[in-house]
């Protein structure tokens, strides 16, 4: 089942709510208290997005995180790679996919149909920016 993880999820809402606040340095603490994000999850996120150079951490008393890429280039599938998740149809639809993945995988009469209808969602978590999912 195509499903977005409670990560992707958070970290969506975070990007959202760092990028509405543009002009200030937002702290973990007060994204996750005004999120309602349990606050470890959320620092392991942030260090995440923070690795991947999708938001900047300055430390110390009026530190915080703000945004490196702006949130109207800023796209879905950037923030999924970020957080090393995989959305997927099927455990088929995986680059090197192979028979521990699914019995099938060899011989499968809609493998290829997944795998085609995974790149078009790819395709279209590449052209949807945070901005434009979150207007």
């Known amino acids: 089942m195509l499903k977005i993880s409670k990560s992707v999820e958070y970290a969506i809402l975070s990007l959202k709510y760092i990028s ?3 002009n200030f340095k937002v702290n973990s603490k007060t994204i996750a208290s005004e999120l309602n994000i349990p606050y470890d999850l959320l620092a392991k996120i942030l260090q995440k997005l923070v690795r991947q150079e999708i938001v900047k951490s300055e430390q110390g008393k009026f530190g915080g995180y703000t945004l490196l890429i702006p949130s109207k280039d800023l796209t ?3 923030i999924i790679s970020a957080l090393d998740e995989n959305v997927k149809l099927a455990n088929c639809t995986f ?3 192979t028979i521990e993945d699914c019995s099938r995988v060899n011989d499968c009469c809609i493998r290829n149909p997944f795998l085609n209808l995974q790149n078009k969602i790819n395709e279209m978590f590449q052209s949807i920016t945070l901005q434009e999912l979150t207007n």
């Open 20 to 22: 509405d606040n543009n």
């Open 76 to 78: 879905i599938l950037q």
């Open 95 to 97: 680059e090197n996919a």
